[in-house]
């Protein structure tokens, strides 16, 4: 029984604490190291040109009592961008390109305004990190990275840290953290407050953008 | 000697020792050398006011230099960009922050803001609000919150949840077109190359000859050093400094041309026909002082000498030294019995004549309302009279002997006047052959004139090399916006008024930028809300957003949060908190970016500056400010348009009336019909000048008709010149000869001036003169000898 007892606590622990987030910026990385390493487990993720899926995101904000959790669907066309779909706890669409953020077509923000440079700064980190394209990462962030403790495929920890201000905007790091692809965004800011995006049931698919998925993006 | 010739001679000397004295003391002094082509045009506005606010405003653009450093990788453009801005620095000649910065981060705009919060609020937000339409802000404040694009926000959602205040800083971001700020430098990665922009600003006058120089050589070094570095980088340059600079080293390069061609004419001239060194002597002193009087005069009246005024100077040395060709010349009509009285005598009042005639035309131009041509007309004005002074009263003692020779020159001279003895021939001007060729000249004249077309270009001030004009495309392009050169000025009696009718341009700017007729634009507005403004917007926040009712608690009930934290968050907002003071916000590091845009206490008032980005049409932003008080639309280039049209016209009426006047004048002496026959050359000669550049599809411009001004008091010259040396024709005609052939070439060296409007004043004198010179001598009188008794 004590064993028994002892065994579930191990693996509620285990689950509960994320696999060495903390310390993960104790390990600077090397982009073209760091690509090695990580062949093994992505090479799958970097076969499909769409990945579809869902998504959950939760927002820790300092004085409130529970965090905000959102939840929808999402599709991520490569060289294209992420059709972001939140059914719950409304619905809305977002997509997310090279351009910018947008809904129904236009820009959320007036166009030309310093807030369009931003959304368009956090798109395309964004799509970057779906993308785990450490070249465009690294010219943004300083990366940091850790294996699980059993080796890079059986998962991973990626830290970034933002070079300069325009980009420290967003958050003051940032931990991805998956196997055969990025499951986990964890987002802290200066003041402590944590945003964080799941992933789950996301699947890969051969299928290439379409025309009208194209013309979304541009 | 005559005792009143000595005397003449001891006070032109004793005037000439204090020319000297000036001309040493101002050089002590430092000249100033001026080469802003746009100085030369007048003032636009008649609001004084108005027109020293546009001038403090471009004096301040013209100081801004950019720099562009290109390399195909992203390091080596960071590398090369905070090199060249130290050297830059190291200089002294430049003001450039190292490493450049893309502006102070968002702390510091934090750190500004915070005390002011209530007060602030973005465009968009306050429309939403004045309008009841807090649906719109909930609805973007919850998708913020729940989807990615609420991940930018400077300050953290938990102190902001509503999105307000990240709203007002992004506004605020700094960004010149497609330039980007990315660690720390205004970058753009465009055809395969990163670009990163240097802003540099010139310390001194980018105009003053002196300081262009350093400018100019500290770019070159800074850039061979940067080659040095990194062979693989480009570096595109952009700024007034360097226009200014390649037209006056142009300049510099003319002056010396045609100086040096027109002396060597004169010296071969003078050498051939005199044939001794006491003559070429005289000329040159007397022209050498003539133009330091003239540049004395420009700078004693204006404070500073154009370099165009120097260009245009050298055109003084083929027409100062007629009166010293006129009194060399004498000499040979008699050559035994000729003595210095005698001369002065015989030419003196013919000189003086010619003399006044030349003045007056650029009298004339002493009124014209540019200040460009004022000089001029100074420079030649006082270079004239003091070289006419020298040949008057130094000649008679210092030319010595008459030539012992017969120079080839009088022989051919003689030739032409005498015709067979004792048969007489009519005038020449009855003659069939003649006639026929005078008419067939007025018919194409005045078909040129029905076929004269006009310019008003703003264009004709300068023309910069193409090279300089291919780097300003070349920043366009890669920065993807065009920087334009007209500007709003908005003026107020207090700082408060100011800033709120900027406001008011900005609510019909704001409509232009979304129908796509201006790109954007810059104001001091956007980061600093005048008070009544921050007071609507405190207002606004108190009703809609911090009410028991309002948003912050819809919203923040919607998210699940209890009564207590909701009222902490709500008196956790003061909205009697401070206003944000221009005080404040000149001295936040924040605020640099947009600082040359202020121009504080003008005198008369305050005012600041709106700058605009890819203007579509002038017009649409001229209605946008005349709707407006205080606020006044800039937009030099054109406004010259149409001031250089309207004082062709000025110039045309102008020209009448010195018509008029020197023809009484010259009745006086020489009766009615004599003083139409001393008119015609230079009035035929112009009305030629005219047909001549209509019938080759030359346009004409304000230039062309104020030098006719010019033509009148030359052309007159000669035309008196024949008439008094009827005792005398042959050396008359040999002095006259001399004269328009080398005032011709003077003039006609302008010609080859880069400058459109100096090479439009030769392309008229010219020919004129040459034309004025034959009408005179087609229309002189005949001998005296041959005269019936």
């Known amino acids: 029984m004590r064993c028994v007892r002892a065994l579930l606590a191990g693996t509620l622990l285990g689950m509960a604490l994320p696999a060495g987030a903390a310390d993960v910026f104790e390990h600077p990385a090397d982009p073209v190291q760091l690509y090695r390493d990580l062949s093994a487990s992505v090479a799958e993720l970097r076969k499909w040109p769409r990945l579809e899926g869902r998504f959950t995101q939760r927002k820790h904000l300092d004085g409130f009592p529970a965090p905000l959790v959102s939840g929808g669907s999402f599709v991520f066309l490569r060289g294209g961008g992420v059709v972001w779909q939140t059914t719950d706890p409304f619905h809305a669409e977002l997509t997310l390109s090279a351009t910018g953020i947008r809904e129904q077509g236009r820009s959320i923000v007036e166009e030309g305004s310093g807030a369009e440079q931003a959304m368009r700064l956090v798109s395309g980190i964004f799509l970057s990190v779906f993308d785990l394209d450490l070249e465009v990462l690294e010219e943004r962030f300083a990366l940091y990275a850790m294996p699980h403790a059993d080796g890079w495929e059986q998962g991973w920890t990626i830290g970034l840290r933002p070079r300069d201000a325009a980009v420290a905007v967003i958050a003051e790091s940032i931990c991805l953290h998956g196997q055969r692809l990025v499951e986990r965004i964890e987002l802290r800011d200066t003041r402590g407050d944590r945003t964080e995006v799941l992933f789950h049931d996301v699947q890969g698919s051969p299928a290439e953008m379409t025309a009208e998925e194209r013309a979304r993006f541009e | ?789």
Request: net charge positive; aromatic share 8%.
């Open chain 2, 1 to 789: 000697m005559p005792a009143s010739i000595l005397l003449r001679f001891r006070l032109w000397c004793a005037a000439l020792a204090v020319l000297a004295l000036a001309f040493g003391w101002q050089l002590t002094q430092g000249l100033t050398l001026d080469s802003d082509i746009l100085g030369l045009l007048p003032a636009v506005e008649h609001d004084a006011a108005a027109e020293q606010a546009q001038s403090i405003f471009a004096e301040r653009s013209a100081r801004r230099v950019s720099l562009l450093v290109g390399a195909v990788d992203a390091e080596s453009a960071r590398t090369g960009a905070a090199l060249l801005a130290e050297v830059l620095h190291a200089s002294g000649v430049f003001r450039v922050t190292v490493p450049p910065h893309a502006g102070a981060g968002w702390t510091e705009a934090a750190r500004l803001y915070e005390p002011h919060w209530p007060g602030l609020l973005s465009d968009r937000h306050r429309r939403w609000l004045e309008r009841g339409e807090t649906h719109q802000l909930r609805d973007e404040a919850l998708r913020a919150l729940y989807s990615p694009s609420g991940l930018a926000r400077p300050i953290p959602a938990a102190d902001d949840l509503l999105g307000l205040r990240s709203a007002f800083l992004l506004g605020q971001a700094a960004s010149l077109g497609r330039a980007q700020p990315d660690r720390g430098f205004l970058t753009v990665v465009t055809g395969g190359r990163t670009w990163i922009l240097v802003p540099a600003e010139v310390l001194r006058s980018p105009f003053a000859y002196r300081d262009q120089r350093r400018v100019m050589e500290a770019l070159a070094h800074a850039e061979a050093v940067l080659r040095d570095a990194l062979p693989g980088a480009e570096l595109i340059r952009s700024g007034v400094v360097l226009h200014a600079a390649a037209a006056a080293s142009r300049a510099a390069a003319e002056i010396t041309l045609f100086g040096a061609v027109a002396s060597l004419v004169i010296v071969l001239l003078v050498g051939f026909t005199f044939r001794s060194v006491r003559p070429l002597a005289l000329c040159l002193g007397s022209l050498g002082l003539g133009a330091v009087a003239g540049v004395v005069a420009c700078q004693w009246v204006f404070g500073n000498v154009h370099v165009i005024t120097l260009v245009f100077g050298t055109s003084l040395i083929g027409m100062a030294v007629d009166y010293s060709l006129h009194f060399l010349a004498d000499p040979l009509r008699d050559p035994a019995r000729w003595t210095p009285a005698d001369g002065l005598r015989h030419v003196g009042r013919p000189i003086l004549i010619c003399l006044g005639a030349s003045l007056l035309g650029y009298a004339a131009l002493l009124l014209a309302p540019l200040p460009g041509v004022r000089q001029m007309a100074l420079f030649s004005i006082v270079g004239l009279t003091v070289a006419c002074g020298c040949v008057l009263c130094l000649y008679p003692v210092l030319a010595g002997r008459a030539p012992t020779h017969d120079p080839l020159a009088l022989r051919l001279a003689r030739r032409s006047v005498a015709g067979r003895p004792g048969r007489r021939r009519p005038p020449h001007r009855f003659r069939p052959g003649v006639f026929a060729v005078l008419l067939a000249a007025s018919v194409f004249a005045a078909w040129g004139l029905s076929r004269l077309q006009f310019v008003d270009d703003i264009r004709l001030m300068q023309s910069s090399p193409p090279e300089l004009l291919a780097q300003e495309v070349a920043l366009r392009e890669v920065l993807g916006m065009r920087f334009d050169s007209r500007f709003f000025v908005v003026r107020g009696d207090s700082e408060e008024l100011v800033l709120q009718r900027e406001e008011a341009l900005r609510d019909t700017l704001d409509v232009l930028v979304r129908d796509g007729q201006l790109g954007g634009y810059l104001a001091v507005s956007r980061a600093l809300p005048s008070q009544r403004r921050q007071e609507l917007h405190r207002r606004l926040l108190q009703q809609h957003v911090l009410a028991g009712d309002g948003l912050l608690p819809e919203v923040m009930r919607s998210l699940g949060v209890g009564e207590a934290a909701i009222e902490r968050a709500r008196a956790a907002t003061d909205v009697q908190a401070p206003f944000l003071h221009p005080r404040t916000w000149f001295a936040s590091p924040f605020s640099k970016p947009l600082r040359s845009l202020w121009l504080g206490d003008i005198g008369d008032g305050y005012a600041t500056v709106v700058t605009v980005v890819d203007v579509q049409a002038a017009a649409v932003l001229m209605a946008a400010a005349e709707g407006l008080e205080g606020v006044f639309f800039a937009d030099r280039l054109g406004s010259i348009s149409t001031i250089l049209r309207e004082y062709r016209r000025t110039a045309a009426a102008l020209i009448m009336v010195a018509y008029g006047v020197i023809l009484v004048l010259l009745a006086l002496r020489y009766g009615a019909g004599g003083a139409l026959l001393v008119l015609l050359p230079p009035a035929g000669a112009s009305l030629l000048v005219l047909g001549a550049l209509g019938a080759l599809g030359i346009p004409a411009s304000l230039f062309n008709v104020l030098t006719l001004l010019l033509l009148l008091g030359m052309g007159v010259d000669y035309a008196v010149f024949l008439r008094e040396g009827r005792r005398a024709q042959p050396t008359a005609l040999l002095a006259v000869g001399l004269s328009a052939f080398t005032t011709t070439l003077s003039f006609g060296l302008l010609i080859l001036s880069a400058t459109p409007f100096i090479r439009a004043i030769g392309l008229t004198l010219a020919p004129g003169i040459a034309l004025a010179f034959l009408l005179a001598l087609w229309l002189k009188p005949s001998d005296i000898k041959d005269r019936p008794a």
